[in-house]
Every structure is written in structure tokens, then in C-alpha cells.
């Protein structure tokens, strides 16, 4: 059994399918699946999926660095607060992302500093994308920490650097697909989280691990991924399972 940490079921990439989806990954062993709310619209439907299927998905909320152009403090804010009280388990998929610049790094900036002050501010943890930001996401982590905020670096391709700078304060890393890749190359950082901090998603529909590469991602994939990093880590899949999906009942709240 596992728990994926990080699935877009909200997505329309299952419109079609996402009962089969669901049915799959029950087959392939997921107990949970985290639905993340990347936008305020994705995250009420991530809401609705989750009461549908209450004893498998549980959902997030929150504006992705994406579409920090059109981020409103004042309307989304709330927004996101109303969704914590309806059970959300984690502000986010929040954080910056200087790769693509689709919105201003400065607005990236303050959508991702108003969504962590929410979570110090609810004493929930946050969900956090980040790429090619590294400098920037070490100052906003370590602030956030001192807050009290525990997060996640999810489907983590960063620096060992940034990794360390996340474990330091005891934030989790998530690994997804990537690193079942040809191009992956940093075995060294899937070893170096510690137990208690390691996490296991599959960012579906994007990023299908090898075998599956080149298809839309589901979370019945996710033992493909798990196979990778017990080889990595060299211990078995079931511990990898098993250790991954305490620590996500742990880190959001699961009942």
C-alpha cells in the first residue's frame, strides 16, 4: 500500500477516465491520493472529488507561481481559507517558478509569501513547487520555518544544496517519475533524505515514469517510482511504501 502525495485529479486530462483512474490506482495498491488544488477552481474540484471519495483522496488549495499574475490577496486569500475549513489538508501548490516566468518573479514572490503567512497563520503545512529558484525558495523556506510552517519540496529535481537547506529545517522532499528517467543522473540526493522526510507522488497526469513514459501519468504508476528509489536507497519497496506513506498520513493530518 502507498499513498500518492501529489496527483492533479482535478484535472481534465481524466474527464473522461477518472473513475477508471481511481479504480486503477486502488488496484495497484494506493490507500490515499493527495488531489492538489494548483488554482482556486482545481482546488474546489479537488474538494468535490474528495467528498465523493472520502476514504481515498483528501485535497489541497492554493495559486501556483503560474498564476501569480492574476493572485489577489484580498479575493483568493479568503478564498483558500474557506477550503481549509472544508477539510483541505495543506495550502498549495504554491512556490516559484523562474524556468517558465509565466507571471513576474516579483508577483511570484508575493503570492508564494502571502500563502505561507496562511499557513503560519493555520498551522498547516504548505505544498511547494520550485524550479530554477533555488536562492529565492532557501530565503522563503527558512523564513517560513521560523514561523513554525513545515512544507514540502515536491516532485524535487533541485541541488543538493537546496535539498539540505529544505531538510535543515525539517521540511519533506517528494520524489515523482523523474528519477526513474535516463536523464536522471543525482542518486546521491534520493539517499540523502532521511526516512522521516521522504515522500512519494506521481504529479499525474504529467511525468509518467519509466515504463509508462510518454503516456498521460496516473497514480497506479506509482510503484514504478517506488522500485527506483528502494534501488537508490537499497532497501526494499515495502519499506519504501511503508515509510512513505506514514510520513504523508503525518504530514497532512490524515485520518
Known amino acids: 500500500m502507498f499513498i500518492d502525495s ?6 481534465s486530462a481524466f474527464d473522461a477516465d477518472r473513475a477508471e483512474v481511481i479504480l486503477r490506482a486502488v488496484d495497484a495498491g494506493a490507500e490515499r491520493i493527495i488531489c492538489i488544488g494548483e488554482s482556486l477552481a482545481s ?10 471519495h472520502p476514504r481515498l483522496l483528501a ?13 489577489d490577496a484580498g479575493r483568493d486569500l479568503p478564498m483558500i481559507e474557506s477550503l481549509l475549513d ?11 517558478d523562474y524556468h517558465r516566468d509565466r507571471s513576474r518573479r516579483e508577483g511570484q514572490r508575493a503570492a508564494f509569501r502571502a500563502q505561507l503567512a496562511l499557513a503560519a497563520r493555520r498551522a498547516v503545512p504548505v505544498v511547494v513547487h ?15 520555518a521560523r514561523d513554525g510552517v513545515i512544507g514540502v519540496l515536491h516532485c524535487f529535481t533541485g541541488s543538493r544544496t537546496l535539498a539540505a537547506a529544505a531538510l535543515d529545517v525539517g521540511w519533506s522532499i517528494s520524489f515523482s517519475g523523474i528519477i ?17 522526510l521522504l515522500l512519494i507522488e506521481s504529479d499525474a497526469p504529467y511525468l509518467a515514469p519509466v515504463p509508462q513514459r510518454g503516456r498521460r501519468n496516473e497514480p497506479a504508476f506509482v510503484p514504478h517510482t517506488i522500485e527506483r528509489l528502494a534501488r ?8 519504501i511504501a511503508r515509510t512513505t506513506a506514514d510520513n504523508a498520513r503525518r504530514f497532512f493530518a490524515l485520518r
Open 6 to 11: 501529489h496527483a492533479h485529479l482535478a484535472d
Open 43 to 52: 482546488a474546489v474540484r479537488a474538494q468535490e472529488l474528495a467528498a465523493a
Open 59 to 71: 485535497f489541497t488549495a492554493g495559486v501556483h507561481p503560474h498564476d501569480a499574475s492574476t493572485f
Open 86 to 96: 472544508a477539510g483541505a489538508r495543506a495550502v498549495g501548490e504554491c512556490g516559484l
Open 130 to 144: 520550485t524550479r530554477d529558484a533555488e536562492e529565492d525558495t532557501k530565503t522563503m523556506l527558512a523564513e517560513a
Open 180 to 196: 526513474t528517467f535516463k536523464t536522471w543522473t543525482d542518486d546521491e540526493v534520493l539517499r540523502m533524505v532521511p526516512d522521516d
Open 232 to 239: 537508490a536507497r537499497v532497501v526494499t519497496t515495502e519499506h
